[in-house]
T-cell receptor, first 110, second 114 residues
Framework: DADVTQTPRNRITKTGKRIMLECSQT?????MYWYRQDPGLGLRLIYY???????NKGEISDGYSVSRQAQAKFSLSLESAIPNQTALYFC?????????FGSGTRLTVV | GESVGLHLPTLSVQEGDNSIINCAYS??????FIWYKQESGKGPQFIID?????DKRQGQRVTVLLNKTVKHLSLQIAATQPGDSAVYFC?????????????FGKGTKLSVKP
């Protein structure tokens, strides 16, 4: 099994729909992150969590929310999806400096 | 080098040649840097890291060089192979040591010609 698992791998949704992307990890790391990747723009931080009771906004948090249900689970929600949220989304975990990434969720909002 | 806009810079090398991928970072207080490799359809994978108190670090076929004076980071890949074809990202740790966050560059696409 992968250390960091993201579900779903691919999703197409309609504008205005609520959607949740899920991430679970088996590394026992306290820190978890959600990044968004757009072509030519690299990875941009949406939200991060240093433990279950600690949630922080990243550089592009508008339009997103997160929930840290347990140490191993960190979900990202789009309350009302819009087309410019079409992107590749990555979850990552860390115990300090280095990050371990999941395989990503490709989200398309039509 | 790092790009601005929608097009990734691309580096094309012949199989067996050495590759050098460059990255400029912005925060002189960043204390830790990482290079990641991202193959098509996969998440970024750790390649090599370096702390700000070092100027060079070597791994297997890879070397990272750090020039803090000009805030420049480079990744050298020796004897480049087709399996090295990927997008490479540098990342800097901003914030207080291990409490900081990684900020990623925009990536460079490496293409290896057989």
């Amino acid at each position: 099994d992968a250390d960091v698992t993201q579900t779903p791998r691919n999703r197409i949704t309609k504008t205005g729909k609520r959607i949740m992307l899920e991430c679970s990890q088996t590394k026992g790391h306290d820190r978890m992150y959600w990044y968004r990747q757009d072509p030519g723009l690299g990875l941009r931080l949406i939200y991060y969590s240093f433990d279950v009771k600690d949630i922080n906004k990243g550089e592009i948090s508008d339009g997103y929310s997160v929930s840290r249900q347990a140490q191993a689970k960190f979900s990202l929600s789009l309350e009302s999806a819009i087309p410019n949220q079409t992107a590749l989304y990555f979850c990552a975990t860390s115990a300090g400096y280095g990050y371990t990434f999941g395989s990503g969720t490709r989200l398309t909002v039509v | 080098g790092e790009s601005v806009g929608l097009h990734l810079p691309t580096l094309s090398v012949q199989e067996g040649d050495n590759s050098i991928i460059n990255c400029a970072y912005s925060n002189s207080a960043s204390d830790y840097f990482i290079w990641y490799k991202q193959e098509s359809g996969k998440g970024p994978q750790f390649i090599i890291d370096i702390r700000s108190n070092m100027d060079k670090r070597q791994g297997q076929r890879v070397t990272v060089l750090l020039n803090k004076t000009v805030k420049h980071l480079s990744l050298q890949i020796a004897a480049t192979q087709p399996g090295d074809s990927a997008v490479y990202f540098c990342a800097e740790n901003r914030g207080r040591g291990s409490q900081g966050n990684l900020i990623f560059g925009k990536g460079t696409k490496l293409s290896v010609k057989p």
